[in-house]
């Protein structure tokens, strides 16, 4: 069975459930085999194994830490040309993407990027202009580079295995001079909020202009649901809420179990990131706020008085 590379998204070997989600897509397609590129990939081994990359590729360089993606696209294009592989899957990050560019360029195969779907002959789904039209499409040269979005599946553990038996294969790159042209000189992790990371969620509570400014509620459901906050434009250009969490056409794009809209009033920008949500909740005051329309589950009211009460409510029922 043909192999089906995926690039693992991980830092210092903790492996992001964005990999297991390509994991559990490749097996459909292939012979899932993961690319481990840098360190700590004894952290990493068993978890790939039980979602089932039967082969790991693991390339221990410092110029992966050092350097921006360019090492990655080199090392990732060595091991496709000599595994033969039908397929790369990565995740549609803008390091992903980047990657999955360059690594096109090189394989001179044709690049898919922010799939919701990979069907077992490496065809994609697309969800584009908002989720107007739906893009069904297929790589018609080369080995599909695919990128995908975060939490299009729900990652599932491979059947038979117990995550140690695959193989492994330690890889050595020569990178090119292009590869060290552009050096990392600082790294500043955001400060820790104890959240999980807003793309990975499956949970996320965001807030727009009808917090006026205060987050406090949308914080405290968050926390009560283990979700992530995310934010309307409107709250960040008002200077309420950082630009990372900033979800839209601007922003990030995040595609969950579960969204909550909390006075955010449904413009189309808002939408293009968080219309893949599986299931919406909106709380707005506005009967007439354009947001209904996608809402599964609709609050009428003041997100002031009913965000505390959801946050009690679950408070109550998870003790
Ligand atoms: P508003 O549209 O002002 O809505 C506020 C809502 O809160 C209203 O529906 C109101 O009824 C409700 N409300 C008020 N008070 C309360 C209360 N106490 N309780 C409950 N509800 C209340 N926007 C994004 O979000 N992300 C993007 O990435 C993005 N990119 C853009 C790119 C471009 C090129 C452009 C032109 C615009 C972009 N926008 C983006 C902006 C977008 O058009 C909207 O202006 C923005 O989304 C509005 O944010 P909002 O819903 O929070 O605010």
Redesign the pocket.
């Known amino acids: 069975m043909a192999e089906i590379l995926v690039l693992v998204d991980h830092v210092d070997g903790a492996v992001r459930k964005t990999t297991l989600e390509l994991l559990t897509l490749a097996r459909r397609a292939g012979e899932p085999a993961a690319v481990f590129l840098g360190s700590g990939y004894d952290a990493a081994r068993e978890t790939l194994g039980t979602y089932g990359a039967a082969k790991v590729y693991v390339v221990e360089a410092p110029e992966f830490e050092q350097y921006l993606v360019v090492p990655k696209a080199e090392a990732l294009a060595q091991i496709a040309r000599s595994s033969g592989a039908a397929g790369v899957l990565l995740t549609s990050t803008p390091e992903g993407k980047e990657i999955a560019a360059r690594l096109a360029v090189k394989l001179g195969s044709g690049i898919i990027t922010d799939a919701v779907d990979v069907a077992a002959d490496l065809t994609t789904t697309q969800s584009v202009f908002a989720g107007e039209y739906t893009v069904t499409a297929q790589v018609t040269t080369g080995a599909p580079v695919i990128t995908v979005k975060p939490n299009a599946v729900t990652p599932e553990a491979a059947d038979g295995t117990d995550g140690t038996d695959g193989t492994e294969e330690k890889v050595t790159v020569a990178f090119s001079d292009a590869a060290t042209k552009a050096r990392i000189v600082d790294r500043k992790p955001r400060a820790a909020t104890g959240r999980p990371e807003l793309t990975e969620a499956s949970i996320v509570v965001s807030g727009?202009?009808?917090t006026?400014g205060d987050f406090a509620p949308v914080e405290a459901l968050a926390d009560a649901l283990g979700a992530a906050v995310g934010a309307?434009?409107?709250?960040v250009d008002s200077g309420w809420y950082p630009h990372a969490y900033?979800?839209?056409?601007?922003?990030k794009t995040v595609s969950p179990q579960l969204y909550l809209a909390?006075?955010?009033?449904?413009?189309?920008?808002?939408l293009?990131?968080m219309q893949t949500s599986k299931t919406i909740v909106v709380?707005?005051?506005?009967p007439e706020?354009p947001?209904f329309a996608l809402a599964d589950f609709g609050v009428v009211?003041?997100?002031?008085t009913v965000l505390p009460q959801a946050t009690a409510e679950i408070g109550k029922r998870t003790g």
């Open positions: 727009g202009r009808g006026g309307s434009r409107a709250a900033q979800i839209g056409q601007t922003g909390a006075g955010i009033s449904g413009a189309i920008q808002h293009a990131g709380v707005n005051k506005d706020a947001v009211g003041d997100l002031r």
